[in-house]
């Protein structure tokens, strides 16, 4: 194995990424701003310090009179960064570095032989945090690990550590202390940074939020996000939201430039900025915090009457009415998901009632799918409403490619230790509902992609479905066809989630695509009408447009 390889290897164990110069330098410019005067000694954290970074912005944005009563403190676990650390900061005026993990107890609780749930630190309190904490997904971590960090930490869903590191800054700042951190903008609206969100929202007086999108600022995969707040809860002023995303497709352009994205910030333009590393647009707005499931979104007056339009005109939404899952997980994709099972020899070519056409984000387009291009195995089947796995017995041929693969198969422990038969699929369904009529959909998207299938097709892992609750009118599907293929609704997504990754490609995630509005079914017989003809006679451009008009109209809209 390869230096570089073994550094990529940690890179990902360990959630390391240092932030670039430039970034670091905004960050600090940024977190100052919110501070206030502070007599006597200033005590500045870094939980995360790696080479210094941060803290050597802090000290750069400051002016000598205020550096010298600063003492810069940083923990990192490891040794070469704390070398390059102390070799950064020299000169800088008292540096206390700790080779040491930030969340040990010794750490936060010093002295203290127990701790309960959710205990104030008891340890140093700090004037300012500054920090890019880690970012380690929940599969990265283990589920050990994953679980002891939720219970100290009263964390829920998916545990990242970041979350971990920021309940603890939190616990470990002054009432009236600055915290600006630096982390995955996916916390802003995502389930799992519920518990994020609220103790932001409620334990602190959140100044300002930077959306920093795909601006690539940030070396790692993940896209960024710098949340700046003061610790209390006492201003009635509402939190300023920045977002910068790159625009697409060469469309739009400016006369506005700047020699990067950030100076753009700094000079507060708004709209299209051209810079060396491309063209973005920038928004602004302030804290939108939805009522429901305190996701946060950008607001601006003119998005806020948007939407309000909306609500008197909606009648229900799609997680009223349907059930919106994902796809297959077979966890053994090689085994179960071929292109062509006819080329197996006969005595390994599973019988024919088990092999099904697969619906995948290669296959799924607008309206209706291109024809299948894979088909799966499916290992199972119903009785009286109840999935079961097939009795090998009855499919030898089947039996036999399994067993081909057994020693794959049976090695997947989450299998294994949920009492499943080794060559079930890991996230199969109820065999019946793929009979249904349905919608399916690509999972990342540039554009809305939402297919109809009344053929039985089931639907892989990088798709997600919907089918109708029981007794709800058929029409209400294709009725939810029409609002999903629609324009209006990639405008109602971006104002709402606005969860994009790389290149626009939306996230449709089912927390999202539950919160879609529908009009009144009563009120809409001509769209339902149009996308009947749609699906029978194909796609026509200028049907497709009328539909489009229609659906915004429904809403109380005009077509943008």
């Known amino acids: 194995m390869n230096a570089r390889k073994t550094r990529q290897d940690e890179t990902k164990a360990n959630g390391v990424h240092y932030t670039p110069a430039d970034l670091a330098a905004f960050l600090a410019e940024v977190t100052l701003a919110a501070s206030r005067d502070v007599h006597g000694p200033v005590r500045v954290l870094d939980p995360a310090c790696g080479d210094g970074g941060l803290l050597?912005?802090?000290?750069?944005?400051?002016?000598?009179?205020?550096?010298?009563?600063?003492?810069?403190?940083?923990?990192?676990?490891?040794?070469?960064?704390?070398?390059?650390?102390?070799?950064?900061?020299?000169?800088?005026?008292?540096?206390?570095?700790?080779?040491?993990?930030?969340?040990?107890?010794?750490?936060?609780?010093?002295?203290?032989?127990?701790?309960?749930?959710?205990?104030?630190?008891?340890?140093?309190?700090?004037?300012?945090i500054i920090a890019n904490p880690p970012y380690v997904r929940t599969q990265i971590l283990g589920a050990n690990r994953a679980k002891a960090l939720a219970r100290r930490f009263g964390l829920t869903g998916r545990v990242d550590l970041y979350q971990a590191f920021a309940r603890a800054m939190v616990g470990v700042l002054k009432p009236g202390g600055v915290l600006g951190m630096l982390t995955s903008n996916r916390f802003l609206t995502i389930k799992s940074g519920a518990s994020l969100r609220d103790l932001f929202t409620t334990d602190f007086d959140l100044e300002a939020i930077y959306d920093l999108g795909d601006t690539k600022l940030f070396l790692a995969a993940v896209l960024p996000v710098i949340l700046v707040g003061r610790k209390g809860h006492h201003a009635n002023h509402p939190c300023a939201f920045h977002r910068v995303y790159a625009t697409r497709h060469g469309m739009i352009h400016s006369q506005v430039r700047r020699d990067s994205i950030l100076q753009a910030l700094?000079?507060?333009?708004?709209?299209?900025?051209?810079?060396?590393?491309?063209?973005?647009?920038?928004?602004?707005?302030?804290?939108?915090?939805?009522?429901?499931?305190?996701?946060?979104?950008?607001?601006?007056?003119?998005?806020?009457?948007?939407?309000?339009?909306?609500?008197?005109?909606?009648?229900?939404?799609?997680?009223?009415?349907?059930?919106?899952?994902?796809?297959?997980?077979?966890?053994?994709?090689?085994?179960?998901?071929?292109?062509?099972w006819e080329s197996l020899p006969d005595q390994l070519r599973p019988e024919r009632a088990l092999i099904h056409p697969l619906l995948t984000h290669h296959v799924a387009q607008r309206w209706q799918a291109d024809p299948p291009q894979k088909f799966v195995l499916y290992p199972h089947e119903a009785l009286e409403g109840k999935r079961y796995p097939i009795d090998l017995a009855r499919y030898p041929k089947a039996a036999a490619y399994l067993e081909a693969?057994?020693?794959?198969?049976?090695?997947?422990?989450?299998?294994?230790?949920?009492?499943?038969?080794?060559?079930?699929?890991?996230?199969?369904?109820?065999?019946?509902?793929?009979?249904?009529?349905?919608?399916?959909?690509?999972?990342?998207?540039?554009?809305?992609?939402?297919?109809?299938?009344?053929?039985?097709?089931?639907?892989?892992?990088?798709?997600?479905?919907?089918?109708?609750?029981?007794?709800?009118?058929?029409?209400?599907?294709?009725?939810?066809?029409?609002?999903?293929?629609?324009?209006?609704?990639?405008?109602?997504?971006?104002?709402?989630?606005?969860?994009?990754?790389?290149?626009?490609?939306?996230?449709?995630?089912?927390?999202?695509?539950?919160?879609?509005?529908?009009p009144d079914l009563a009120r809409c017989p001509a769209i339902v009408q149009a996308v009947k003809q749609l699906l029978e006679n194909g796609l026509s451009t200028w049907a497709e447009q009328q539909l489009n008009r229609q659906v915004w109209e429904s809403f109380g809209l005009r077509e943008e």
Not at 56 to 78: C, H, L, Q, W, Y
Not at 269 to 292: N, Q
């Open 405 to 518: 693969h057994r020693d794959r198969l049976s090695a997947r422990p989450y299998v294994r230790d949920s009492a499943r038969h080794w060559y079930e699929i890991w996230v199969p369904h109820n065999p019946d509902d793929w009979n249904k009529p349905k919608i399916a959909y690509p999972d990342i998207s540039e554009h809305p992609r939402f297919c109809f299938d009344d053929t039985g097709m089931m639907v892989n892992g990088d798709c997600y479905w919907i089918t109708l609750n029981e007794g709800v009118d058929p029409d209400w599907l294709l009725l939810m066809l029409a609002v999903a293929n629609s324009t209006f609704i990639t405008k109602f997504y971006d104002v709402m989630f606005h969860n994009k990754l790389y290149a626009g490609r939306r996230r449709f995630m089912t927390q999202y695509v539950e919160k879609f509005p529908l």
């Open 266 to 340: 700094r000079d507060e333009l708004m709209g299209v900025v051209e810079t060396p590393a491309g063209s973005f647009c920038i928004e602004r707005g302030t804290l939108r915090v939805d009522p429901h499931d305190h996701s946060w979104s950008l607001a601006t007056k003119e998005s806020c009457d948007w939407l309000n339009t909306i609500r008197r005109h909606q009648s229900r939404t799609f997680g009223e009415l349907g059930k919106i899952r994902v796809g297959l997980k077979t966890t053994a994709d090689k085994v179960f998901i071929r292109t062509a």
């Open 56 to 128: 050597k912005a802090i000290a750069a944005a400051v002016p000598d009179s205020v550096r010298s009563r600063m003492i810069f403190e940083g923990f990192d676990t490891s040794p070469e960064a704390i070398v390059i650390a102390e070799s950064n900061l020299t000169g800088l005026g008292r540096v206390i570095l700790h080779r040491q993990d930030f969340l040990a107890e010794e750490n936060l609780f010093p002295g203290t032989q127990s701790v309960s749930l959710n205990a104030e630190p008891t340890g140093v309190k700090y004037d300012l």
